[in-house]
T-cell receptor
Framework: EAQVTQNPRYLITVTGKKLTVTCSQN?????MSWYRQDPGLGLRQIYY???????DKGDVPEGYKVSRKEKRNFPLILESPSPNQTSLYFC?????????????FGPGTRLTVL | DQQVKQNSPSLSVQEGRISILNCDYT??????FLWYKKYPAEGPTFLIS?????DKNEDGRFTVFLNKSAKHLSLHIVPSQPGDSAVYFC???????????FGKGTHLIIQP
Protein backbone atom coordinates (compact mmCIF):
# COMPACT_ATOMS: atom_id res chain seq x y z
CA GLU A 1 0.00 0.00 0.00
CA ALA A 2 1.32 3.40 -1.02
CA GLN A 3 1.77 5.52 2.06
CA VAL A 4 3.61 8.21 3.94
CA THR A 5 4.27 7.44 7.57
CA GLN A 6 5.19 9.85 10.34
CA ASN A 7 6.42 9.24 13.85
CA PRO A 8 5.53 10.09 16.47
CA ARG A 9 1.88 10.97 15.90
CA TYR A 10 1.70 12.94 19.15
CA LEU A 11 4.49 14.56 21.13
CA ILE A 12 4.59 16.83 24.14
CA THR A 13 7.98 18.28 24.95
CA VAL A 14 9.62 21.19 26.71
CA THR A 15 11.34 24.27 25.36
CA GLY A 16 14.89 23.61 24.19
CA LYS A 17 14.82 19.83 24.11
CA LYS A 18 15.91 18.67 20.66
CA LEU A 19 13.49 16.44 18.80
CA THR A 20 13.14 14.72 15.45
CA VAL A 21 9.95 13.83 13.62
CA THR A 22 10.51 11.07 11.13
CA CYS A 23 8.87 10.74 7.73
CA SER A 24 9.09 7.83 5.38
CA GLN A 25 7.48 7.04 2.00
CA ASN A 26 7.37 3.78 0.09
CA UNK A 27 6.59 5.12 -3.39
CA UNK A 28 10.10 5.98 -4.55
CA UNK A 29 9.05 9.62 -4.82
CA UNK A 30 11.68 12.23 -5.49
CA UNK A 31 9.92 15.19 -3.90
CA MET A 32 9.18 15.41 -0.21
CA SER A 33 7.92 18.32 1.87
CA TRP A 34 7.11 19.33 5.40
CA TYR A 35 4.11 21.52 6.19
CA ARG A 36 2.72 22.90 9.40
CA GLN A 37 -0.96 23.60 9.97
CA ASP A 38 -2.06 26.25 12.41
CA PRO A 39 -5.57 27.49 13.23
CA GLY A 40 -6.58 30.27 10.88
CA LEU A 41 -3.47 29.89 8.74
CA GLY A 42 -3.93 26.75 6.66
CA LEU A 43 -0.90 24.69 5.70
CA ARG A 44 2.46 26.36 5.21
CA GLN A 45 5.52 24.73 3.72
CA ILE A 46 8.56 24.52 6.01
CA TYR A 47 11.15 22.74 3.87
CA TYR A 48 11.16 20.60 0.78
CA UNK A 49 13.53 18.23 -0.93
CA UNK A 50 13.86 17.51 -4.64
CA UNK A 51 16.03 14.44 -4.19
CA UNK A 52 18.68 12.89 -2.00
CA UNK A 53 20.96 15.54 -0.51
CA UNK A 54 18.96 18.35 -2.16
CA UNK A 55 16.82 20.45 0.17
CA ASP A 56 15.51 24.00 0.20
CA LYS A 57 13.59 26.35 2.44
CA GLY A 58 9.87 26.79 2.16
CA ASP A 59 7.81 29.67 3.51
CA VAL A 60 8.44 29.18 7.25
CA PRO A 61 11.84 27.48 7.75
CA GLU A 62 13.01 29.33 10.87
CA GLY A 63 13.77 26.99 13.77
CA TYR A 64 13.75 23.83 11.66
CA LYS A 65 16.30 21.63 9.93
CA VAL A 66 15.87 18.73 7.55
CA SER A 67 18.02 16.11 5.93
CA ARG A 68 17.59 13.75 2.98
CA LYS A 69 20.22 11.07 3.17
CA GLU A 70 17.98 8.41 1.65
CA LYS A 71 15.23 8.79 -0.90
CA ARG A 72 12.53 7.34 1.32
CA ASN A 73 13.23 9.33 4.51
CA PHE A 74 12.89 13.03 5.24
CA PRO A 75 13.19 13.80 8.96
CA LEU A 76 12.25 17.17 10.44
CA ILE A 77 14.59 18.33 13.20
CA LEU A 78 13.84 20.94 15.84
CA GLU A 79 17.19 21.71 17.49
CA SER A 80 15.72 23.93 20.20
CA PRO A 81 11.92 23.82 20.13
CA SER A 82 9.96 26.82 21.30
CA PRO A 83 6.24 27.21 22.17
CA ASN A 84 5.53 28.94 18.83
CA GLN A 85 6.40 25.65 17.13
CA THR A 86 3.40 24.01 18.73
CA SER A 87 1.50 22.89 15.65
CA LEU A 88 0.22 20.04 13.52
CA TYR A 89 2.92 18.85 11.12
CA PHE A 90 2.42 17.01 7.85
CA CYS A 91 4.97 15.32 5.67
CA UNK A 92 4.15 14.88 1.99
CA UNK A 93 5.71 13.20 -1.00
CA UNK A 94 5.15 13.28 -4.75
CA UNK A 95 6.79 11.80 -7.81
CA UNK A 96 7.90 14.95 -9.57
CA UNK A 97 8.04 18.70 -9.20
CA UNK A 98 4.55 19.35 -10.55
CA UNK A 99 2.93 16.03 -9.63
CA UNK A 100 0.60 17.73 -7.15
CA UNK A 101 -2.30 15.49 -8.22
CA UNK A 102 -0.32 12.57 -6.88
CA UNK A 103 0.91 14.18 -3.70
CA UNK A 104 0.43 11.98 -0.65
CA PHE A 105 0.32 13.35 2.87
CA GLY A 106 1.20 11.56 6.06
CA PRO A 107 -1.32 11.34 8.92
CA GLY A 108 0.21 14.27 10.82
CA THR A 109 2.20 14.79 14.00
CA ARG A 110 0.68 16.94 16.70
CA LEU A 111 3.49 18.66 18.59
CA THR A 112 3.09 20.62 21.80
CA VAL A 113 6.06 22.57 23.15
CA LEU A 114 5.66 23.71 26.76
CA ASP B 1 -0.63 38.46 3.33
CA GLN B 2 -2.85 35.55 2.41
CA GLN B 3 -2.44 34.77 -1.28
CA VAL B 4 -5.13 32.09 -1.21
CA LYS B 5 -8.27 32.99 0.69
CA GLN B 6 -11.14 30.86 1.82
CA ASN B 7 -13.42 33.32 3.51
CA SER B 8 -15.96 30.84 4.87
CA PRO B 9 -14.55 28.94 7.86
CA SER B 10 -17.56 26.65 7.81
CA LEU B 11 -20.51 25.70 5.65
CA SER B 12 -23.56 23.63 6.50
CA VAL B 13 -25.50 21.94 3.68
CA GLN B 14 -28.38 19.50 3.69
CA GLU B 15 -27.74 16.01 2.36
CA GLY B 16 -28.64 15.73 -1.32
CA ARG B 17 -28.23 19.45 -2.00
CA ILE B 18 -25.36 21.20 -3.72
CA SER B 19 -22.33 22.31 -1.71
CA ILE B 20 -20.39 25.26 -3.10
CA LEU B 21 -17.00 26.09 -1.59
CA ASN B 22 -15.26 29.27 -2.66
CA CYS B 23 -11.65 30.32 -2.96
CA ASP B 24 -10.02 33.58 -4.05
CA TYR B 25 -6.40 34.22 -4.89
CA THR B 26 -4.25 37.27 -5.38
CA UNK B 27 -1.07 35.99 -7.03
CA UNK B 28 -1.22 36.24 -10.83
CA UNK B 29 1.62 33.72 -11.09
CA UNK B 30 -0.60 30.88 -9.89
CA UNK B 31 -1.35 28.59 -12.81
CA UNK B 32 -2.55 25.39 -11.17
CA PHE B 33 -5.20 24.97 -8.52
CA LEU B 34 -6.19 22.04 -6.36
CA TRP B 35 -8.72 21.08 -3.75
CA TYR B 36 -7.76 18.80 -0.89
CA LYS B 37 -10.09 17.11 1.54
CA LYS B 38 -9.13 16.43 5.13
CA TYR B 39 -10.77 14.25 7.75
CA PRO B 40 -9.87 14.58 11.45
CA ALA B 41 -6.65 12.78 12.46
CA GLU B 42 -5.72 12.19 8.82
CA GLY B 43 -3.59 14.01 6.30
CA PRO B 44 -5.13 15.92 3.40
CA THR B 45 -6.01 13.89 0.32
CA PHE B 46 -6.15 15.20 -3.24
CA LEU B 47 -9.67 15.72 -4.57
CA ILE B 48 -9.64 17.59 -7.87
CA SER B 49 -7.50 20.10 -9.74
CA UNK B 50 -7.66 22.58 -12.59
CA UNK B 51 -5.09 24.21 -14.81
CA UNK B 52 -5.31 27.91 -15.57
CA UNK B 53 -5.90 27.12 -19.25
CA UNK B 54 -9.28 25.61 -18.36
CA ASP B 55 -12.35 27.06 -16.73
CA LYS B 56 -13.99 23.85 -15.59
CA ASN B 57 -12.98 20.36 -14.54
CA GLU B 58 -15.39 17.64 -13.54
CA ASP B 59 -14.88 14.35 -11.73
CA GLY B 60 -18.02 12.52 -10.74
CA ARG B 61 -19.89 14.55 -8.13
CA PHE B 62 -17.11 17.13 -7.95
CA THR B 63 -16.66 20.07 -10.30
CA VAL B 64 -14.17 22.89 -10.01
CA PHE B 65 -14.76 26.19 -11.78
CA LEU B 66 -12.05 28.75 -12.42
CA ASN B 67 -12.68 32.41 -13.21
CA LYS B 68 -9.25 33.84 -13.97
CA SER B 69 -10.39 37.41 -14.47
CA ALA B 70 -11.95 37.41 -11.01
CA LYS B 71 -9.14 35.30 -9.52
CA HIS B 72 -11.80 33.03 -8.10
CA LEU B 73 -12.42 29.32 -8.06
CA SER B 74 -15.17 27.22 -6.61
CA LEU B 75 -15.78 23.59 -5.82
CA HIS B 76 -19.25 22.19 -6.40
CA ILE B 77 -20.34 18.92 -4.84
CA VAL B 78 -23.58 17.49 -6.19
CA PRO B 79 -25.32 15.76 -4.53
CA SER B 80 -23.77 16.24 -1.12
CA GLN B 81 -23.37 13.10 0.97
CA PRO B 82 -22.64 12.58 4.69
CA GLY B 83 -19.13 11.32 3.86
CA ASP B 84 -18.37 14.71 2.33
CA SER B 85 -18.26 16.27 5.79
CA ALA B 86 -14.62 17.31 6.12
CA VAL B 87 -12.32 20.30 5.90
CA TYR B 88 -11.61 21.39 2.33
CA PHE B 89 -8.43 23.22 1.44
CA CYS B 90 -7.94 25.24 -1.69
CA UNK B 91 -4.32 25.27 -2.87
CA UNK B 92 -2.41 26.93 -5.68
CA UNK B 93 0.91 26.40 -7.44
CA UNK B 94 2.89 29.08 -9.21
CA UNK B 95 4.75 28.30 -12.40
CA UNK B 96 8.39 27.63 -11.62
CA UNK B 97 7.91 27.52 -7.87
CA UNK B 98 8.14 24.56 -5.57
CA UNK B 99 5.34 23.79 -3.17
CA UNK B 100 1.74 24.82 -2.77
CA UNK B 101 0.11 27.82 -1.16
CA PHE B 102 -2.91 26.77 0.86
CA GLY B 103 -6.00 28.58 2.02
CA LYS B 104 -7.18 28.35 5.62
CA GLY B 105 -9.76 25.70 4.84
CA THR B 106 -13.56 25.46 4.96
CA HIS B 107 -15.25 22.99 7.27
CA LEU B 108 -18.14 21.45 5.34
CA ILE B 109 -20.89 19.87 7.39
CA ILE B 110 -23.51 17.78 5.62
CA GLN B 111 -26.74 17.68 7.59
CA PRO B 112 -28.92 14.55 7.29
Amino acid sequence: EAQVTQNPRYLITVTGKKLTVTCSQNMNHEYMSWYRQDPGLGLRQIYYSMNVEVTDKGDVPEGYKVSRKEKRNFPLILESPSPNQTSLYFCASRKGRISYNEQFFGPGTRLTVL
Amino acid sequence: DQQVKQNSPSLSVQEGRISILNCDYTNSMFDYFLWYKKYPAEGPTFLISISSIKDKNEDGRFTVFLNKSAKHLSLHIVPSQPGDSAVYFCAAAAKGADGLTFGKGTHLIIQP
